[in-house]
């Protein structure tokens, strides 16, 4: 500020309506690397050049589609996941409630013979049920959200298993696709729409639209400004009258709600589930999370990061594939990319927290 | 309890029970207590709060001041006594309560939320929408022009709104959030010890916004332990010591002295000279002990309050 001291105060006109003198024109570029998702931008940017020029199948529209598809299984989680994050607290029984959800809907509808459509509303009652009990004790027992999670975790994926044996009597669920409402069912879960000639799944779609729907609510709406409340300061957001308990079980819900939209795509595009799938799965949302920007103290991030960390794995998983490597460095290209994202938040985090 | 105990009706200010018409404080306190199971956290704490003064309540480390603003603010609930608002008897049950009746906390430490932006923090649980229904969206811009104002008003310049308020200097953020008490109609405003990590300068910054929600109108509970801060701002003046008020004084019954006197308490002292002569070897600070020693008993006996 020394050097302004030199010049003549300027009219106020002149610094514009709401300006002022002290800050200085911000280029474009430097207001990007203020944003969270920024690091996870310049990184998914690298790997699709990189890939693209490596692999020539990388860039057909086709491929693109099918590259979309598999980010969009992670992505539709990492907009919840990314969302409660930023409210301070992570899910790690994610992975498993997507299983849960669709083993509910399959196992209900095939046991009592209804339509499929009564198996997946009531899916969608014990997907925000899992979601509520999760919140619920968490902030009646004060618990870490780590320890209260993986012990939902491990008791869903135990329920996974016992009950599809039980009620099925297999460790898949039995097959609905004869069964009353599963073609309507399938043609809103797991379809595919033409766009202009290259055949895009309909998860893709409900991905963009999860993202659109959570990126107004962060940023444009009260409820916004509570899950970055309750995630920077519980104690502070409680003391101004923010309802945190509210909002971090809300988020849970939230949770549970990608969980089902999943969920039920799993279960359509076939016609049975796996009892014992979807274990390790959290951490891939986690790590989408994470590589987008939130950080897992809390507080900080975008829903926008978190599909573009969903995009960097998709990118990655595929693009492997499509170079021909051994599908074998997969998991340390994902590690190496965690490591990376997490030291660029870091730095952002301390940036904003001191002058 | 004391000769020089104030007579609360000198300080009302124009605030009249709705009902009755009789004069009524904002806010009073009588004899209020707490126990945490079995420990006794405050007793028999009797103060008031009006319009346009500052009551400043003084204590050192764990004489029950924070008990006192928790219950004010709705945090913790009282045991015994009465806390009227308006005359009318109330038991908060969470700070919302507490705020509903337009009475604000300032917290020293948990104040804000450091990682969002300054004008997400001053409209932070009361923001502004526009829309209907489930298309309610913020009003970034009016928000955003809103605190520029308001801080403005309160003789702070900020350079921008958008940046993280963890980037502002202690004395600011208590500010943002002195303005934001003022802006959302707070009657009652209970500072927790805001100048206490602060320096000389950025604490007369804040006593100098103290006055000023003074001046607007607001009742100010002002927490502090230091006599130095408080006799200045200050109308009157509650000291606690142990969970217990030692003496409930106004501003013409009462010097500084007389208040670092008794905040510092004549007979720790004594006990601390006689302590330091059975060790010996401490020929120095004994010497000084004793002279500020018999500097307290000097105030205490040239008709200033003693000791209750």
Known sequence: ?355 | MNANQIDQQTLLQNEKDPLTHTPVHLLSLDGVGKHYGNIIALRDVTMAVDNGRVTCVLGDNGAGKSTLIKIIAGLHQHDEGVLNIMGEERKFSSPRDALDVGIATVYQDLAVVPLMPIWRNFFLGSELTSGFGPFKSLDVQKMKDITKKELADMGIDLRDVEQPIGQLSGGERQCVAIARAVYFGAKVLILDEPTAALGVKQSGVVLRYILQARDRGLGVIFITHNPHHAFPVGDRFLLLKRGKSIGYYDKKDITLDELTAQMAGGAELAELAHELEQLGGHSEALKEVKAEVAEVADTANAGGPKHA
């Open chain 1, 1 to 355: 500020m020394a050097n302004t001291a030199t010049l003549p105060p300027a009219p106020a006109s002149a610094a514009g309506p709401r300006g002022d003198e002290r800050i200085g024109q911000r280029s474009p570029f430097q207001k990007l690397l203020g944003r969270p998702e920024v690091g996870a931008l310049v990184g998914a940017v690298v790997l699709f050049i990189f890939f693209a020029l490596v692999s020539q199948t990388f860039i057909q529209p086709n491929a693109l589609a099918t590259i979309l598809y598999g980010s969009s299984t992670i992505g539709i989680m990492a907009v919840g996941v990314s969302l409660l994050m930023i409210g301070g607290e992570f899910d790690l029984s994610t992975g498993v409630a997507v299983i849960s959800s669709a083993l509910t809907a399959s196992l209900f509808s095939w046991n009592f013979s209804t339509n499929v459509w009564v198996g997946v509303i009531l899916a969608l009652v014990v997907s925000l049920g899992i979601g509520f009990i999760n919140g619920w004790i968490l902030i009646k027992t004060k618990l870490p959200s780590f320890i209260v999670t993986l012990a939902t975790f491990l008791m869903l994926t135990g329920l996974n298993l016992a009950l599809t044996r039980l009620i099925g009597g297999s460790v898949s669920s039995p097959s609905i696709a004869s069964m009353e409402g599963f073609n309507s069912a399938r043609a809103v879960f797991a379809s595919s729409i033409s766009l202009g000639g290259v055949e895009v799944k309909i998860t893709v779609f409900f991905w963009i639209i999860l993202v659109a729907v959570a990126s107004w609510i962060l940023l444009r709406t009260k409820v916004g400004n509570w899950i970055f409340a309750a995630g920077g300061d519980a104690n502070a957001a409680r003391a101004v009258g923010v309802p945190v308990t509210k909002t971090k079980i809300g988020l849970f819900m939230a949770v549970g709600f990608c969980g089902w939209v999943l969920g039920m795509h799993n279960l359509f595009a076939f016609d049975a589930v796996q009892s014992g799938e979807g274990v390790g799965n959290e951490f891939l949302y986690i790590i989408a999370a994470v590589i987008g920007g939130c950080l897992l103290t809390g507080g900080y991030g975008s829903a926008v990061g978190g599909a573009i960390g969903a995009f960097i794995f998709g990118m990655a998983n595929k693009g492997i594939v499509y170079a021909q490597w051994n599908p074998d460095w997969f998991k340390f290209f994902l590690g190496l990319m965690l490591l990376l994202a997490t030291i660029v938040n870091l730095i952002v985090k301390r940036r904003a927290e001191l002058k």
